[in-house]
């Protein structure tokens, strides 16, 4: 975990844990953002999806 800065302040702080610590942080954030992306593309397609449908719906009423 990270400490907080009064922490590192108070206890000093070991640079090669700290590199280990925000390595491990730029990674988990890095997978973080690949998920989202992929959450969004999966959200963009089911949007696309849904009003193609409703384009179908709309021009079956207007034949009417």
Do not use: N
């Not at 700290?18 to 963009?44: C, G, N, S």
């Not at 009003?51 to 719906?57: A, G, H, R």
């Amino acid at each position: 975990e990270m400490p907080s800065a009064q922490q590192a302040e108070q206890h000093g702080t070991d640079l090669a844990e700290m590199d280990r610590l925000l390595l491990q942080k730029v990674e988990e954030l890095t997978l973080y953002i690949l998920d989202q992306e992929a959450r969004v593309k999966e959200l963009e397609k089911s949007l696309e999806k849904r009003k193609q449908e409703k384009e179908k719906k709309q021009k079956k009423i207007s034949k009417q």
